[in-house]
T-cell receptor
């Protein structure tokens, strides 16, 4: 989507290895979110950020950490990947006040083997 | 327990039909979102509602706060409307909850 980029788009990693996913925005939006999407569960919030160095946990935060050192970048880290973290990860952004809600990234498909 | 329930889960319609997708939620909310996800995975935000009704082209979204219910309507449906439609709420405690989606197929 215009203004938001996720990297990598696909990744295969081994159990126990650290993994970092990157979300980069050019919209200068204050809020950034990380979600995972799994069959039967829909989208679930992992962590979100409401400003530089300001983050909070979502519904499924265990096993994940985040960092936001700059407005434009929001990193999601799996410290020690497990097979249960195989999923599609979406980043989203929103301004403080919006009539149109979120803008989503294209997603990262992560497979932990 | 799902804080957000959508119905139907799957929907097949003929091109031109009027379509309604329903969303019910059980928490207090500050906003409700309708999202569209096409095959291939991209997610697009269609509407954000906190009251009343919004219209964008052939799409109309309504919300009844008292009944904790929202509907997404598609008029004159077209095969390009085929997608998964997701209802999401931002609860008053700042938590976010998502429905599991309604898979819509519009047949030419």
């Amino acid at each position: 989507d215009a203004g938001i980029t996720q990297s990598p788009r696909h990744k295969v990693t081994e159990t126990g290895t650290p993994v970092t996913l990157r979300c980069h925005q050019t919209e200068n939006h204050r809020y950034m979110y990380w979600y995972r999407q799994d069959p039967g569960h829909g989208l679930r919030l992992i962590h979100y950020s409401y400003g530089v160095k300001d983050t909070d946990k979502g519904e499924v935060s265990d096993g994940y950490s985040v960092s936001r050192s700059k407005t434009e970048d929001f990193l999601l880290t799996l410290e020690s990947a497990t097979s249960s973290q195989t999923s599609v990860y979406f980043c989203a952004i929103s301004p403080v006040v919006s009539n149109y809600g979120y803008t989503f990234g294209s997603g990262t498909r992560l497979t932990v083997v | 327990k799902n804080e957000v329930e959508q119905s139907p889960q799957n929907l097949t319609a003929q091109e031109g039909e009027f379509i309604t997708i329903n969303c019910s939620y059980s928490v207090g909310i500050s906003a409700l979102h309708w999202l569209q996800q096409h095959p291939g995975g991209g997610i697009v935000s269609l509407f954000m509602l906190s009251s009343g009704k919004k219209k964008h082209g052939r799409l109309i979204a309504t919300i009844n706060i008292q009944e904790k219910h929202s509907s997404l309507h598609i008029t004159a449906s077209h095969p390009r409307d085929s997608a998964v439609y997701i209802c999401a709420v931002r609860a008053t405690g700042n938590q976010f909850y998502f429905g599991t989606g309604t898979s819509l197929t519009v047949i030419p």
